[in-house]
C-alpha cells in the first residue's frame, strides 16, 4: 500500500478528511487544523452547507490549492432539486470559492436527476476543467455497471466501508473498472472503537483501536478512507493520517475480515436496493 491511490495522473491521497456535520466556523477550523496537520484531501457536499466553511479553511491555510484533493458531491436526493446538474455543480464551486475540484461525484442515485444525463453534464464539465474527474457515492453494483457503461472513467464509488460492513461485491466492482472505493462512514460513526478484537491487535502494535480500523481500510488494493474529524480533537486528525505509514500483518487483516459484517449505518427511504 502507498500513501496515494494512482488514477491516470492523478495521486489521490489515501486519507482525506471527512466534514460532514463540521458547518460554519468549525468547519472552517477543522479543514484549516487538518492542512497544517498535513491533510492534502477534503471531502464536502453540496448537502451537508459546508462548502462556504470548507473552501474558507483551504484558503485561509497556507497549502496550496493544486496541492488539495478537494471532493464535493452534488444531486443529493433530500437536497432541494436544482434547475440543472450544471447549475448545482457551479454553485459548489461558487461557494467553495474554487475555479475546479478535483472529485464531481453524484451524492447518492436519485430518481429526480436521471443517471445519463446527468453523467453527460459531469462529463462535459470534466471537459471543461471545473472538475478534474468524475464519480459517484453510494452506488451499487448494478447502478455501478451502468454508469461505467455509460461514461468513461468515473474515479470512485464513495460508499460506506468500515470492519463491520462486507462490501466485497461493490470493491470487486470497482477494481473491475479500474476505479478507487472511497470508504465514508469508516469508524462506524465510532462504533468500532469499543471493538475485542481490533483492540487487542492495536495493543499488539502500539496502535490506537481507530488506527487500526482505518488501516485495515487502506491496506486493501483501491481503497481510501474519509474519517470524520473534529477541531477540537488534532491529535485525532493526527492519528488517522498517521495510519498511512503504519502496517498490519496478513494475519490481523484477515482476523479483522472475520469479524461480523452486516452493519450499515447510512441507509433510509431515499437508499437504493444495496449488493
Ligand atoms: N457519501 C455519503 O453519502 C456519505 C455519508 C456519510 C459520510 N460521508 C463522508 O464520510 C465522512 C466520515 O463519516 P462520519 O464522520 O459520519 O463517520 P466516521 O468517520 O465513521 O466517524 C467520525 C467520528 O469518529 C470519531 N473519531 C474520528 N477519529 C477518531 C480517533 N482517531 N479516535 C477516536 N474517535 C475518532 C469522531 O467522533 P467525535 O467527534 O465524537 O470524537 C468523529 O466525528 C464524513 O465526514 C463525510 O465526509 C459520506
Do not use: C
Amino acid at each position: 500500500m502507498s500513501e496515494t491511490e494512482q488514477f491516470g495522473p492523478y495521486e489521490i491521497p489515501g486519507i482525506g478528511l471527512g466534514t460532514l456535520r463540521r458547518n460554519d466556523d468549525e468547519g472552517v477550523a477543522l479543514v484549516e487544523a487538518a492542512l497544517a496537520e498535513g491533510y492534502r484531501h477534503v471531502d464536502t457536499a453540496e448537502y451537508y452547507g459546508n462548502e462556504v466553511a470548507v473552501g474558507k479553511g483551504i484558503a485561509r491555510s497556507s497549502v496550496p490549492r493544486e496541492d488539495i484533493w478537494l471532493t464535493t458531491k452534488i444531486l443529493h436526493p433530500k437536497a432541494p432539486r436544482p434547475p440543472d446538474v450544471r447549475t448545482a455543480a457551479e454553485a459548489s464551486l461558487r461557494r467553495l470559492g474554487v475555479d475546479y475540484v478535483d472529485a464531481l461525484l453524484i451524492h447518492w442515485p436519485n430518481d429526480h436527476a436521471p443517471l445519463a444525463e446527468s453523467l453527460e453534464v459531469f462529463a462535459a464539465l470534466r471537459e471543461e476543467g471545473l472538475t478534474r474527474t468524475i464519480g459517484v457515492s453510494n452506488f451499487p453494483t448494478a447502478l455501478l455497471d451502468e454508469a461505467a457503461s455509460l461514461v468513461d472513467g468515473l474515479v470512485t464509488n464513495q460508499v460506506e466501508y468500515h470492519v463491520y460492513l462486507d462490501q466485497s461485491e461493490v470493491l470487486d466492482a470497482v477494481r473491475g473498472h479500474g476505479m478507487v472505493l472511497t470508504a465514508h462512514t469508516p469508524l462506524a460513526r465510532g462504533e468500532v472503537l469499543d471493538d475485542p478484537v481490533l483492540a487487542e491487535i492495536a495493543a499488539g502494535r502500539g496502535m490506537t483501536i481507530a488506527q487500526v480500523a482505518l488501516r485495515w481500510l487502506v491496506q486493501q488494493e483501491r481503497v481510501i478512507a474519509i474519517p470524520g474529524g473534529d477541531p477540537e480533537h488534532v491529535d485525532q486528525l493526527r492519528d488517522n493520517l498517521a495510519v498511512l505509514e503504519l502496517s498490519l500483518d496478513d494475519e490481523e487483516m484477515a482476523q479483522i475480515s472475520h469479524l461480523a459484517r452486516t452493519r450499515r449505518i447510512v441507509d433510509g427511504a431515499h437508499a437504493p436496493v444495496w449488493d
